[in-house]
């Protein structure tokens, strides 16, 4: 292979992108993430020859995605939250809206130190393992229904160093078998109806877990199950915290507001001005 400079091949890889109607940016994406490096780093690389080993990969990695198949798990992980968490076909790929979910938590709570916290669907754990970074004096449970997201999970969390308790059954009822009673429920849960498949990405409709993203009843099966099941493992004085699809947010509010009269059901934006999140306190 003749020998190139990073420039030129980024070069060819952006314009093999646009031709194929792919997301240009991805070329970038995953020139750094393959290699490590910044935006500033590749940058600084741009004129340099690049080895031809690396060439080979790379080029593969844009053929792979260009193919349908998501950057992240391509290249196996995606940040999160300032922290490099694995990712596989069996986790959902970590969304930046999920962090925005974990700051709405720790705004009202980051001040407490003694608190049992479940984070519901964990998938790749990046909840429960953020939230055990940032505040290590809390207890933090985590529950999956699917025993290969929990083992990148664990896996996650030895990386990071975060004792995170991970159990696995169906939303909250391990807790409630366990006779497990929490200070904040938390969850980003499946919540994309059915009507709503054409409207999604390929890459996503094609490798992203179907089990983790679809619900039924318009997406809001999920929220509607957790309410019986929160006022069995909540304490008197606790939270919880949702992220839901931008539409589902005043049915929601609603269906928890009748659930919990005593309860203030809020409702809030994410950074792009979407309904997102909900907190119940």
């Known amino acids: ?55 080979e990969q790379y080029i ?37 809206e999920t962090e925005e979910l974990i700051e709405l938590c720790m705004k009202n709570h980051g001040d407490k130190e003694c608190l049992t916290v479940v984070d519901v669907g964990t998938g790749t754990g990046i909840i429960a393992i953020t939230l055990k970074k940032l505040k290590p004096t ?35 009822m391990p807790l409630i078998k366990a006779g497990e009673t929490v200070d904040i429920v938390i969850s980003n849960p499946p919540y994309i109806s059915e009507d709503e498949w054409d409207e999604m990405d390929e890459s996503v ?37 949702f992220e839901y699809g931008f539409r589902q947010g005043r049915a929601i509010q609603q269906m928890y507001q009748e659930a919990f009269p005593t309860k203030k059901v809020l409702i809030y934006q994410d950074l792009n001005g979407l309904d997102r999140m909900l907190e119940m306190k």
């Open 1 to 55: 292979m003749s020998s190139k400079t990073y420039g030129e091949v980024l070069f060819w890889a952006s314009s093999f992108l646009t031709e194929k109607n792919k997301e240009r940016e991805a070329a970038e994406y995953l020139l750094g993430r393959r290699l490590g490096w910044s935006k500033t780093e590749v940058l600084m690389h741009l004129r340099k020859p690049m080895p031809s080993e690396q060439q």
């Open 138 to 172: 809390w207890r933090v449970l985590a529950v999956d229904i699917s025993e290969e997201a929990l083992i990148v999970a664990r896996e996650n969390a030895k990386t990071h160093g975060a004792e995170v308790e991970f159990m696995q059954g169906d939303l909250l």
């Open 205 to 241: 409709r094609q490798h992203e877990p179907k089990q983790a993203l679809f619900a039924e009843n318009d997406g809001l099966l999920c929220y509607q199950q957790m309410t019986e099941q929160i006022k069995q493992v909540l304490s008197i004085e606790g939270s919880v915290y």
């Open 60 to 96: 593969e990695d844009i053929k792979v995605f260009e193919a349908g198949y998501p950057a992240q798990y391509i290249i196996g992980s995606e940040e999160f939250y300032g922290r490099e968490f694995k990712v596989t076909p069996a986790t959902l790929i970590p969304r930046p």
